[in-house]
Every structure is written in structure tokens, then in C-alpha cells.
């Protein structure tokens, strides 16, 4: 199998590959942003606070992946977040 590992924002550093992708895997933020301060010392002290805020509600960059993953993904490809 071909492994291809990209960075960057989203779906910006796949443009090219529009509906050839065959699975997505994530890990975005997802906690709402009034809710960081109230973190355990543990998390918010070591992660960059754009790792974990996932906006108002929390759904922010999940409702992005899935709006992109329909264009992204190929017929029978596969989204998992963690």
C-alpha cells in the first residue's frame, strides 16, 4: 500500500488529489473555546492551544474534515477521528 504523509491546513495540502484519497485520520480539536481555561494543568500547560480549541461548540474543524472529505475521499474511502 502507498502511504503519503502531508502537512498543513486541512485540505490545503491535498488540492491535487481531489476524490483519490482512500481514508482520512484525525485527531482535531474539539473542545469548545470557552471551556480551555478550565482545562486540567496537565493539557493546557502542554498543548498549543490550537491543538485543542475547537471553537464555540466544539465542532468547528470536525464540520470542515467532513465538508472536505466528500470531495477528498474516493468511492468507498474511510474518515476516523479519534
Do not use: M, T
Amino acid at each position: 500500500a502507498r502511504v503519503d504523509v502531508r502537512q498543513g491546513s486541512w485540505f490545503l495540502p491535498i488540492q491535487d488529489i481531489d476524490g483519490k484519497l482512500a481514508g482520512l485520520l484525525s485527531n482535531p480539536p474539539y473542545i469548545p473555546a470557552d471551556q480551555i481555561s478550565g482545562l486540567q494543568a496537565e493539557v493546557g500547560q502542554h498543548e498549543p492551544r490550537l491543538a485543542l480549541d475547537g471553537g464555540i461548540e466544539g465542532v468547528d474543524d470536525l464540520l470542515l474534515l467532513c465538508k472536505g472529505a466528500i470531495s477528498a475521499l474516493c468511492p468507498g474511502g474511510f474518515v476516523g477521528f479519534e
